[in-house]
């Protein structure tokens, strides 16, 4: 019976250990999902500008 109950603890210590690393795993890739919106927006706010900037050398010639 000992032998049995030390097999659940060491899986239960096994199994905290995983769900710490997914709730890791999680957080990295919310903060990674976040990271990329930002970079989709200042992608595309450097289109914005260049398409002016291409605007305005087309009116200059």
């Known amino acids: 019976m000992t032998l049995l109950q030390m097999e659940i603890?060491?899986?239960?210590e096994?199994?905290?250990?995983?769900?710490q690393e997914v709730q890791g795993a999680r957080e990295s890739r919310e903060a990674l999902v976040r990271e990329n919106e930002e970079l989709k927006q200042e992608q595309s706010s450097w289109q914005e500008r260049l398409r002016a900037l291409l605007g305005k050398m087309e009116d200059v010639q």
């Open 14 to 19: 096994k199994n905290d250990a995983l769900n």
């Open 9 to 12: 603890e060491e899986l239960k």
